[in-house]
């Protein structure tokens, strides 16, 4: 007695394919699961045999064949339970009608789901990812728990069929009764526009908002550094709320990650903000980057489209901080194990924050460091020359004075007593969008998005200077003994100046800002 029925497996972001083949034959009870599978596969057997129990079916006590094929392709998960159970059932003739759907056995309809000990399905991860495989791979019906329906109805076009027992799917399959089925019409929640806290919390610090603006504009790396209470970890988690919405593609790329992290909220299934991800300092690499035995995304992944914030840089594990050079230079990160690689996108901006030194008040106006030359050297030291360069902004933040704390306090005119302007987020919002506008347009049939994604090529191609820029450009390469990647870097973030100011032609004040976003020698030596 033999049945098939057809499911999907996953690879990192990928979906795949794969049939659940049962074969029942006469000899000593047995049940097993082949094909590359691991340990939470094997543990499946215990699940399904319950299941089919507690659902009133007698199970078989003989032998037991279950392959998942391709069997050359390791597989992880529990979303096999409901295809292995289901194709257990139907060889066994479990309905006694003989007559089963064909559409379970030519693969017109797939299905996978989790089982409980008593029959119930369950959600599981990676739902998305898997159906978006099945419908591209001419898949049109797919019964799915109903758990993941809200999930489900992304990929538009495609026939549901939610359920929430082992019978109901066994006696779909048998013609016995039917499952209401749902078209998945592709729905989409709007952007939420004030998730993310104002800019105008902040007084003062109009050169590190400026710098932010420019940052989120190109979605260039960030590095903060000052003494405590200056505003590093304000500016830092404001960033998302300036950068423009997420499009569909991008929601969809960024809610399939969290779909196989099992992130995905039942309400909300599609994520529409841009992904903010703020680790301590005590994250592990694998945590940071992404692996485990079976590799789950890593921050750097689930921050996709959005800002990774790291603060109190210096204090993460050094092998940790250099593990991010790889991911910024090409935008996914790469996890090989032994039965095979998985990819996952992490095009992320990197904004990062720390003190001067270990005690934080080194260059501080006020209050005396008290760390050592050889202290600070060594706490500095943890961060890369390497890693660095890849950092397309670097400032340094000073303390504020009373007048620009004091929200009402006119420091421009006492007489008419006008309160100063106040930079919020909607006003940042407006350059960056303009900027994104920009780049879309420029950028349209090339491999990028952004202009911290430049390469050398296209910077020759899109960064031109004219003679005045150039002469600038060469003093300053020639008086700060700046590296190709500085010299390079200094035109993205200038061409990303030019974008705000809606202008093509990269002139010598933008250039002149570029250079000012540079780490102050009083730090980094």
């Given at each position: 007695m033999y049945a098939r029925v057809l499911t999907a497996s996953l690879i990192g972001l990928a979906g795949e394919k794969t049939w659940v083949e049962v074969d029942l034959e006469q000899g000593l009870p047995a049940f097993n699961v082949v094909g590359l599978v691991n340990q939470s596969i094997k543990?499946?057997?215990?699940?399904?045999?319950?299941?089919?129990?507690?659902?009133?079916?007698?199970?078989?006590?003989?032998?037991?064949?279950?392959?998942l094929t391709p069997a050359n392709r390791k597989k992880d998960?529990?979303?096999?339970?409901?295809?292995i159970a289901l194709a257990l059932l139907i060889a066994q003739d479990a309905a006694e009608t003989g007559e089963y759907d064909d559409a379970f056995t030519d693969g017109s309809i797939a299905c996978f789901g989790e089982l409980s000990l008593d029959g119930k399905v369950n959600k599981v991860d990676g739902a998305l990812s898997m159906l978006i495989e099945l419908k591209n791979s001419g898949v049109s019906a797919v019964i799915i728990p109903k758990g993941n329906l809200s999930e489900a109805m992304l990929v538009k076009g495609m026939m549901l069929y939610p359920v929430e027992t082992l019978t109901e799917v066994l006696e779909f399959a048998a013609r016995l009764k039917n499952i209401a089925s749902v078209e998945a019409?592709?729905?989409?929640n709007e952007y939420h526009e004030n998730s993310f806290p104002d800019f105008a919390d902040i007084k003062g610090q109009e050169f590190a908002k400026r710098a932010a603006e420019v940052a989120a504009a190109g979605m260039h790396g960030m590095l903060m550094v000052g003494p405590p209470g200056v505003g590093k970890s304000m500016i830092g988690k404001r960033i998302p709320g300036i950068m423009p919405a997420l499009s569909f593609q991008e929601r969809l790329d960024v809610t399939q990650i969290y779909s196989v992290a099992g992130l995905i909220s039942e309400k909300n299934p599609l994520l529409c903000d841009r992904p903010f991800r703020a680790p301590h300092h005590t994250i592990s690499a694998?945590?940071?980057?992404?692996?485990?035995?079976?590799?789950?995304?890593?921050?750097?992944?689930?921050?996709?489209?959005g800002v990774l914030f790291l603060d109190e840089f210096p204090e993460f594990s050094t092998h940790t901080i250099d593990m991010l050079r790889q991911p910024l230079e090409d935008g996914f990160v790469s996890i090989t194990r032994v039965n095979g690689k998985v990819e996952y996108p992490s095009?992320?901006?990197?904004?990062?924050?720390?003190?001067?030194?270990?005690?934080?008040?080194?260059?501080d106006s006020i209050k005396p460091c008290s760390c050592t030359e050889s202290d600070r050297q060594k706490y500095l030291g943890r961060i890369s020359g390497p890693l660095l360069d890849r950092i397309d902004i670097n400032i340094c933040m000073e303390r504020i004075v009373y007048k620009e704390l004091v929200e009402d306090y006119d420091f421009g005119n006492e007489k008419t007593n006008k309160k100063p302007r106040v930079i919020d987020s909607r006003a940042l919002r407006k350059g960056v969008e303009a900027a994104f506008a920009?780049?879309?347009?420029?950028?349209?049939?090339?491999?990028?998005?952004y202009?911290?994604?430049?390469?050398?090529?296209?910077?020759?191609?899109?960064?031109?200077?004219?003679?005045?820029?150039?002469?600038?450009?060469?003093t300053a390469f020639t008086k700060w003994n700046l590296s190709a990647r500085q010299y390079h870097r200094i035109l993205k973030v200038a061409r990303t100046i030019a974008d705000i100011d809606q202008s093509e032609q990269?002139?010598?004040?933008?250039?002149?800002?570029?250079?000012?976003?540079?780490?102050?020698?009083?730090?980094f030596k």
């Open positions: 543990e499946s057997r215990d699940r399904i045999k319950s299941a089919i129990a507690n659902c009133g079916f007698d199970f078989p006590l003989i032998r037991i064949t279950a392959n998960g529990s979303h096999y339970d409901l295809p019409d592709g729905n989409t694998a945590a940071l980057i992404g692996g485990g035995g079976n590799p789950k995304p890593g921050e750097i992944s689930l921050a996709h489209n095009r992320f901006m990197l904004v990062v924050a720390m003190n001067p030194c270990r005690c934080g008040y080194y260059g920009m780049q879309e347009a420029r950028y349209k049939g090339e491999p990028i998005n202009n911290s994604q430049l390469t050398p090529q296209l910077i020759k191609k899109y960064c031109a200077l004219d003679e005045e820029s150039r002469a600038l450009m060469e990269i002139k010598s004040d933008h250039i002149l800002e570029a250079l000012s976003y540079r780490m102050p020698e009083k730090y």
